[in-house]
C-alpha cells in the first residue's frame, strides 16, 4: 500500500480481555517500530524489528505485552489480560532502514480503551 | 541517559503570529534531529530533519528548525502562523549509530483565526 495501515482503528476492550493491534507497514521498509502514545506523555518506545533480526523488546512495559512480525511484513502487537492503564493510542511506523537517519513513517494508529 | 524536552506544552497564538517551539536533548554524541507534526485527525508526518551540514534546515509549510550544537537544542519557528498550523508538534533525536529514537512529550499549538 500507499501507507502505513493498521487495524482496527478503534478498540474498546474489558479490563483482562487480551487484544490483538495489527501493523501493515510501507513495502519495502525493512524497519518497524511501536509505540504507545498516552495524553501528556508523547510517544512511548515499544519494540523495535529490522528485517530477520532479533526484535529489541525493551520498551515492553510488561510481559502481557508481546509483538511478532511475520515474514519481515505485518506486525501484531498483543496486549494480554488488558488493563485500564493500558488505554493508549498505539502506533506503527516503518523506515526504508533502522538507521538513525531515516524517516519514520507513520500509521493512523489504533485507540486502545479497556473498560 | 538520553533525553528529549519541550518545554512547551501549549501554546496559543493569533494568525500572523510568530511561532517558535523549543526542544532540547541531552546527549553528548552525535544526533539526527527531527519534528514531526499531527494535525487533527490525521497521522503524524515529517516536518523537518537535520543530518549534517547547515544547521539552520528548511521544511514544509513554511517551518524552519535551528540545531545548535551548544545548547542541545533544536527549536522550531515559523515568522507567520496560519489557522491551519493548528496541530501537536513532536520533536524526536536519533542516536548516531543506533536505531532508537526519542520524541518530547509534544507541543499543542492552536492558532486563532
Redesign the interface.
Known sequence: GA??SQSPSNKVTEKGKDVELRCDPISGHT?L?W?RQSL????E?LI?F?GNSAP?KSGLPSDRFSAERTGGSVSTLTIQRTQQEDSAVY?C?SSFS????N??F????TRLTVL | AQSVSQHNHHVILSEAASLELGCNYSYGGTVNLFWYVQYPGQHLQLLLKYFSGDPLVKGIKGFEAEFIKSKFSFNLRKPSVQWSDTAEYFCAVGFSGTYKYIFGTGTRLKVLA
Open positions: 501507507g502505513v524497519a517500530y509505540y501528556g506523555q508523547g510517544l518506545f523495535y529490522q529489541d502506533l511506523a533502522g538507521r538513525d537517519y524517516e519514520q507513520f500509521g493512523p494508529g
